[in-house]
């Protein structure tokens, strides 16, 4: 069995697992504040071109979004599309924290400016929740990734608003590598209030590093991390492997990123020689091919992919993702595997 | 410097390293489903000798702490001992849930059953919050561990009252191990609904395994995991680090932490040739000596320690841990550097 | 100035009134323990002939809302139409309590049976919350009814998938006085798990009846009444007044629901007199006509009425409601001025 | 059988009922934005001196001081004495609202200034909380009040730290009316960051008045009392009944609170005759007499009183407390009785 359900199969990419292993008889300060940490996010300063931001490592996806819209008070919510992460996949972790999601359609996993005036029309006194902060992810959770005039335009409702932009960046690398893509780490901190930049699907056993640039945001932002279940004893965990990632202008982070978005697009190019459809065009290291049935059961015999909804009653939408680790040769053998397999009846 | 500040200073212990080095590149299931958790949680059952057990991997001590509470109704409370680390280094994560915490004095770190029956005498009508766990730890936040008669009179007046017994387990090898305890794994699960077995200060990178024995606390448990941000997409990270300290009847577990405890008692024995009292007497791996202020800012220059608190206005409480990674040579350039601190004038 | 903004407008209804005068002196219990509270549970359970219940008596309808959800585990979410209150009028007062609302489109502010199955067949891991109850309204937010076929059906699909059926009676004597109404007051209570019977809107000064039909839900509910801040020290008003309002088969309840209702459809038989249609089509005491701006404009100079929100660039949605307080003559006298308004140009 | 349990035992005082009558029919705004809540206001601003505050009427006591708490951050915690009404009495309502309570000793139900300096010096970093507000009341729940020396010494450690100051004034009329006291309503507020003025216990059928005076918690405060279950649909209930309280300068709302406490002296006058101990010297309308068990039973007979707790194996602690509707007869009766209870054998 070969998979291609996730970018979190393997372990860490080599030059991570190099940096843990050589360090890893050191002594360091707990929780975050040892001196990989600190030399981790003078690196992500130095790449994102912005020295005014604090830089918190945090263990996973879920804590960093919960963390950036736990600075909210208790009645303000955020709004995001009904496909973000926050809604649909993380077992109401948000509402935990008392906040409300403001859920709109968006388009292909992307939030448009007029739904956020829309909700701002809608919610006008204080028998509604006060929207304070809009969360879009990048690439978003479709595989599709924002045109610089896309987030530039969301970024001016936001400040006219008075709303916090977060980005969700847990495959910021697949979407910043992409093809089509103009926007670069600079602009991401430009526009936004916060973010993070994902490390566990990018080639790090776990951790993001999580990008406060709006000062309103930043006052003690340790407790909030530590009440939420997500400091790291070890800390310095996290910070070896972006140090790893992030040496060399990212250099690292950004061939990890590449190589997993070249093989989804190799990937998808094969479909496309089938005649097989994309239920949505993406141009990252998620692709979403419309499978007949019989065909999907064939690969099931073989891959492990993820079912993401039926399509109609022959079709079935599934989605592919490859990941630093993903070899050339997996996709060759891909390819022989669907010859086989279409042509069979 | 040399650290004697805590016992999460280093990285992995070599056998964990090693383990996770070897698996590196092998695909698994995401999210703690894989085959490596798995095989660590059956490794955990045989050790424990309790096959009806669920076995969780967490990242850390405090989300342990907060799942587990979180299984109680919003109006029931958990009782601890005032040094107890849910109440007094958690930051309120727990309140963050909802629950309060009813302190309790407690004795050298250890709850009586005599304050249980004072906390259930006053909390007996709606208008205050239902007492429902109490929670306690082994070895305490204070290196002081529980004996089999201890441990099981806590139990047996917790089923009077229908509490659920929580155990936080974060140094329970060092408790297993130390001279004086008379506890077996399988007592902690006897005597216990829930408990952790602590590997972040044990030898692991990150990760703790959290066993349910009580069937009420188990359903839907996973859910719960997620939504405290406490889930590892790579999950398989921590079943890999279990598999390596538990294989063998958890031989590299109890390695580990009798390496802590030895080198501990060792500094108390040095401790002890100088005359220096301890604050409380410890047979773990955390050990408190009373130092002359004098004495202690010579320490200080070339060791980290905790500083615990004033004990009075010339001396101060300190704290020193040791763990799987301290080096007989460490405790003898103590003893060396040690003999000339107490020596100048 | 009259206002048909809501039925909160006025104090209580005579009868309420006089129960509470004449009470005013005598000496009871606190918190809702004293026996007019007890004597109006045993009135209610007579007029919905159910002897198995619990009745609480709560301060008002969010916080009846929000205590019917709170019986809930933290992963557990409930389902509502966009349009129900606890959606899109509590200021986000559920997810404070940590519980995700998952909303669905209905139909006329009634929540369709296939919505609760699609919803039930996209939640089925831990990476979503789980479904567990159902959030419904009679009458509707819009003034709608549900028939006892599609209360019936509801309550079926609710059991297959051991789901809770809540029932927020606001205006459930609206509802079961109302033109096409065929449920009783027996009828909700067999068909839920729990819901309120309303007294805010239709009489009292204030107060709800919380009735808790499904043992599940009974457990250490005065808790949760405390808790969430519900609980009033003179307890004894509410149960005062819902004496007034059910005695003899909850006379003065349907009465004043009844007046209501004939009030608000006299103004919509006035409304379609000018070939004024209505946005939806309800029975009880809200009617949404579909004004022409320059006729609401005139309106709103001697009434105080409620814009529900634009209809196109020419004509608002509007909201009228008549209460138990609203006189004949007030009828007449908007039907005067509208003639002039409607005329003039 | 006569009540000194409590004093919520009656309805409204007379004042306060003849307004509620007077203005029944009247149509008014809901949600505490109509006329008599403005006005109420405005009576309110002038008692206390002060025009730069935001008044709230909230639904209670427990609601007041959960909202107050709930302006702060998630990691931010509330400093109170042990027998704190939130801390003793309130089922966790602020904790569940996310919120620490830090519990101190006190004295006679009174926090002192250095045990603010104590938590403050114990509470420096992010493995604990952040304390930010400091909770008392007056009376407090023992009965005694703060001069204005105390409450003057705790605002300035307050300020010294940063920390908000929260004043508990359920029975702040109580206080200001009883011997030895030396604070105006002008000194409360100029001393405190927020506090409220009790309606419920002091001839109120429900309702306090909660005074916001530090800017910083000001913002979207409705917002707050909705989410939290706390604004009524006719809101002006408690408007109407606070201007009958609070014109001709708080002149209801002294004279009911003197009541209180005049009898309740009367009352502790009798117990000395018998020479009868106070278990504290309270000069409110709360006294809490040693009672030997076999005169308590002899009490309970005929009386209604709170049993505080055990003394000694023969004697009790008992509370009795005198409200706006406790006549001088009552105490004779009570005293005749008395005289019968202690000289029978």
Redesign the interface.
């Known amino acids: 069995m070969?998979?291609f359900?996730?970018d979190?199969?393997?372990?860490?990419c080599p030059k991570v697992?190099k940096a843990?292993?050589e360090?890893?008889?050191?002594?360091?300060?707990?929780?975050g504040v040892d001196e990989y940490s600190l030399a981790a996010a003078d690196l992500i300063k130095q790449v994102i071109e912005h020295d005014d931001v604090d830089v918190h490592f945090i263990?996973?996806?879920?804590?960093c979004n919960?963390l950036a819209i736990?600075t909210l008070?208790?009645?303000e919510?955020v709004i995001s599309c009904e496909s973000g992460h926050i809604n649909?996949?993380?077992?109401?972790?948000v509402?935990?924290?008392?906040?409300?999601?403001i859920?709109v359609k968006g388009k292909n996993g992307k939030i448009l400016p007029q739904e956020i005036r829309d909700v701002m029309a809608d919610h006008t006194d204080?028998?509604?929740?006060?929207p304070k902060m809009v969360f879009i992810s990048d690439a978003t959770e479709l595989g599709t990734i924002y045109t610089k005039k896309e987030l530039t335009a969301i970024s001016e409702v936001c400040k006219e608003y008075g709303l916090y932009l977060y980005l969700d960046g847990a495959r910021l690398g697949n979407a910043l590598v992409a093809t089509g893509n103009d926007l670069s780490f600079k602009d991401i901190c430009d526009l936004t209030d916060i973010f993070y930049i994902g490390g566990?699907?990018n080639g790090a056993?776990?951790g993001e590093a999580l990008v406060i640039k709006n000062d309103e945001l930043k006052p003690?932002f340790?407790?909030?991390?530590?009440?939420?279940?997500?400091?790291?004893?070890?800390g310095r965990?996290i910070g070896v492997q972006f140090i790893a990632l992030f040496r060399d202008k990212a250099r690292a982070y950004l061939d990890n990123a590449r190589n997993a978005d070249i093989m989804a697009q190799a990937l998808k190019y094969i479909f496309r020689q089938f005649s097989i459809p994309m239920y949505i065009d993406s141009s990252t290291n998620q692709i979403f091919p419309i499978l007949e049935n019989r065909v999907l059961e064939k690969i099931k015999s073989n891959y492990?992919v993820t079912e993401w909804g039926p399509y109609d009653k022959d079709h079935t939408i599934v989605r592919f993702v490859c990941s630093w680790?993903t070899q050339k040769a997996a996709i060759q053998d891909f390819y022989n595997d669907l010859v086989m397999y279409v042509n069979e009846d």
Do not use: F
């Open positions: 070969y998979s359900a996730n979190y199969s393997e372990g860490a697992l843990l292993i360090t890893n008889d050191v002594q360091s300060a707990g929780y263990t996973g996806g879920t804590p919960v736990s008070r208790a009645h919510a649909a996949h993380e077992t109401g972790a509402e935990a924290t008392g906040h409300k999601i859920a204080e028998h509604k929740v006060r566990t699907k056993w776990l003690d340790r407790y909030l991390i530590k009440q939420h279940c997500s400091m790291l004893a070890k965990l492990t680790a």
